[in-house]
């Protein structure tokens, strides 16, 4: 079988659809990076991001319609992903769970986008917040990307892509992240891959060979070739003063220290 071939299936039957996934992780960790990275592959298609799981109202009803209905970004992504703003309030209207939301939004994605595609995957990093429900898609996996609290406020606070964040806010957003995926990790030990962001950018290919063995994709390293990968730090631009990154580290000891970003 050619690499870039999707598997085969016995006689007769469709095609084996693999289960999708979701790159999860803070803000300002690395997700979209990823992602482009990630949609090189020739078998995976992503849209831009959706923001379904983010929100606490229920599905269906008016409030959630009129979120993901209005809200400028989504609407921005829609039309970068090349669905209109009719296309969605249909597959909206038919919809009656956001798993099944997401599913006829991605199955129209790749038709417009990467017909070719056989695996969708979504990056919202606030989909963290409803991690639990990301969790009841049984076959679903996970891919958490992870960077050091103190660069990722330190970019918060810099607000170049998002809105500005002091030191608390940032912190407890990190912070947040981490204990929701923490639980999702617990719960589906076997389904979530994680990579430090620091190690991503020190060995890109190795690290994406590591994540397509755990996707059960194949890997080829000219798919990503012309992809610039390089570690982006703000510990040299005194964004952050002293007491402002021991506040970071205090507030978010207990992830430090899970993945080894505690002071030497």
Known sequence: MNAAEPPESPAGSQPRRPAPFFVIGCVR??????????????????????????????????????????????????????????????????????????????ALYIAKKKPGATRWFEKTPQNVYGAGMLGDWKEVRFVHIVRNPVEVAASLRLGKVMNKFE???????????????????????????????????ADPMGELAKLCEFLEEPFDASWFEGMAVKEVSHADESVLSPQEQTLVRKLCQKGCKQYGYLPT
């Open 29 to 106: 960790s690395g997700t979209t990076m990823l992602r482009n990275l990630l949609r090189c592959h020739p078998h995976l298609a992503c849209p831009e991001e959706t923001h379904f799981y983010r929100w606490p109202e229920p599905f269906g009803s008016a409030a959630y319609a009129r979120i993901v209905q209005t809200n400028p970004v989504l609407r921005k992504h829609r039309e970068i992903d090349g669905i209109s703003e009719a296309e969605f309030a249909d597959i909206l209207a038919k919809s009656t769970t956001r798993r099944d939301l997401c599913d006829r939004y991605m």
């Open 167 to 201: 030191p608390l806010g940032a912190a407890n957003y990190w912070r947040e992240a981490i204990e929701n995926i923490t639980t999702l990790r617990r719960a589906y030990p076997k389904r979530m891959h994680e990579v430090r962001y620091e190690d991503f950018t």
